[in-house]
């Protein structure tokens, strides 16, 4: 086990009803609130309702910054940024899903600074005092909720991209599972992946062989985010397995999982992020596409790994380690299949004339994220595995 | 899943190295610091004066409470309160054990306020304004570490209580497994028998049967308890080893795995602390010896539930959901037996004539916990199983 801090000071209120706190949650941080927020989804189902009254009734003076696109961009954070700063706001409420979380924490990031939001996210500069925020969940998939990271799109250079900062926890973020309830078949299959590729990431890029108790809690949220998501996907509205995936898909990617395991990357997601840079395609879809030849390429360098996986999470007790390790692969891919979430490149319509692009536009990414052992070569034969 | 708040604001610095930061994670608080600490140990192995200069280099001006007992007592806490009060200790740092956190949290509560301690762990004032703490932890077990709970003795009344309170989270906790390093088998395995016990309490008395994601967290966190202090006993000083077991002993009580079970009990606790007011019994072994009679006695009201455990953890795939279930628990005694904590209250020496009055001062406890579905003959039948 490799030394670490794990410090996540996220206070989260789980549960039927705790969207009528958010008020309350905000009012600590100060009177004037930014509210960020989608498309408008949460107009027709009666959470913006909700959301207004609960802040309204602590006196809130609240400004409104909605419009964030899923895969969320620079420019749009930039304008938030503006209205902050021009309203004064004290502290920034999100509600949303993770593109409206992370899209508020840019603008709390980024409302406090001279210099624009952007030099964050290219290491030039570093966050020391944002604006605080809370938030409302309304999906299940990229623990945003619960962690101090997010991703934006610069859609003039086409880099989505992506950094972490100890002061950009939320304050408060309430999960309410009944918001989610709402949430197609296909969404809630791409949230589940999403938040399964979190765990995937650390289990697979760790370079410490000793990490015992973190095996285990990986293992167990990748079987349970299937089986969750299995539940939600036979009954739209089942309010319990709904709050499982919630629950899982926070854990996910709240720290708790990689803690101990020393260095980790996120080489899927930094294709991924390549993809949708390119192809506005749903961030889980992108990375369903990926993840089986991103195992595959990679199940040659620990075999051992990939078998203990394939045992534990599919349950595969024969065959030489090698078979078990290509045994996992299919399982997973076979999941993400049945939970109708593409498993290739391919059906994506992502054409191979494309890869040299994407190789190099992933690069660019790997570069910020210090990525050392990538190049456009190898992002290239990955992609070639994902045909 | 039941409605709950998770919010866990203790910061861990984990591995090698580590202590040295105590006295700059001290000094954020203040600069008149209340060091609590045991029988004295820590200055045969050299931490103490590891503590000392950090502390010192950061200016602290340093009084000292040690002498703290395993199984800490009303008495020696208030003496603590006092000196806290006397030396206007601003903040204070406990290195050692749970008993000395514990003992440390019960002066930072008390040393606040003007009526006697112990009406905290009576339920009849309630904390708000503790004094802040720090750890440096020494033994892998109680997880008190990175929880706002303790448990201290009065032996006037021979009432061992406990309480939390969410003002008392440790603000920084300092992990180094090497510390651990020269604890003793026996004293190891009854660590790592509390930790296991921790996550069994939650697992067998929440009364929700829909808690699929904390199941696979307990479910790994028992196995992983299990494995990793079989390798620690294997090679004391096995430093991998060490560190897996000291942080799947406080992950297996950091609130983390009840979160979302509704109301749990600590019924098995509440017994193993009138063993250990009246005999003064190690509590892993009192533990140990409590917790095959506990399960046999309520295996029948839910086997379903045991036989998933005994599936899951002990791989056990044959046989009636009830033989399962009897498997699942002799796997528990057996391992038990194997590191060598005792497996029954015989093997404790302790005689049946006294199983009125342990049931009658667990039943004290029972009151204070609000464990309404105990009473004195229940226990007494609990203890007859534990023979």
Chains 1, 2 share one sequence.
């Not at 972490?164 to 949430?183: M, Q, R, W």
């Not at 889980?284 to 089986?292: E, K, R």
Request: glycine share 10%; charged share 20%; net charge negative.
């Amino acid at each position: 086990m490799q030394n670490f801090v794990f410090h996540n000071p996220t206070k989260i209120l789980f549960g039927k009803g705790k969207v009528s706190s958010i008020g309350e949650e905000t009012a600590v941080y100060g009177k004037n609130v930014l509210l960020v927020y989608g498309s408008g989804s949460i107009k027709k189902n009666g959470l913006y309702d909700q959301v207004i009254q609960s802040l309204s009734s602590t006196g809130a003076i609240i400004s409104e910054h909605p419009g964030v696109q899923s895969n969320p961009i620079l420019s749009h954070v930039q304008a938030g940024i503006q209205l902050a700063r021009e309203k004064q706001c004290e502290v920034v409420c999100a509600v949303g899903g993770g593109s409206v979380i992370d899209e508020a924490k840019a603008i709390c990031a980024g409302t406090t600074v001279q210099h624009d939001v952007w030099k964050f996210f290219t290491g030039k500069k570093s966050v020391k005092n944002p604006l605080p925020l809370t938030t409302v969940l309304t999906l299940a998939a990229s623990g945003s909720e619960m962690n101090s990271g997010m991703v934006i799109t610069n859609t003039e250079t086409s880099q989505k991209f992506g950094f972490a900062n100890k002061h950009l926890f939320p304050k408060t973020s309430i999960l309410d599972p009944t918001v989610t309830c709402s949430v197609p078949a296909d969404y809630t299959a791409y949230g589940a992946v999403d938040a399964i590729a979190h765990v995937l990431e650390f289990y697979f890029t760790s370079l410490d062989p000793y990490t015992p108790v973190q095996d285990r809690l990986m293992e167990g949220l990748v079987m349970n985010g299937m089986e969750s998501c299995d539940r939600v996907l036979n009954k739209l509205d089942d309010y319990h397995a709904r709050a499982d995936l919630m629950w899982t898909a926070t854990l996910a990617l709240n720290g708790l999982t990689c803690a101990g395991l020393g260095k980790v990357g996120f080489p899927m997601h930094m294709i991924e992020h390549s993809l949708s840079a390119f192809y506005d395609v749903p961030h889980g879809a992108g990375l369903s596409a990926v993840i089986p030849g991103w195992l595959r390429f990679h199940a040659d360098l620990g075999p051992a790994r990939f078998a203990q996986f394939a045992e534990r999470v599919f349950d595969i007790r024969e065959g030489s380690v090698e078979t078990k390790a290509e045994q996992g692969i299919k399982g997973l891919t076979a999941w993400f299949e049945k939970v109708g979430s593409p498993t290739s490149l391919t059906a994506l319509g992502i054409p191979q004339a494309d890869f040299p692009r994407i190789a190099e536009n992933g690069m660019a990414l790997a570069k910020v994220w210090r990525m050392k052992d990538y190049n456009e070569q190898k992002i290239e034969k990955i992609l070639q595995e994902c045909i």
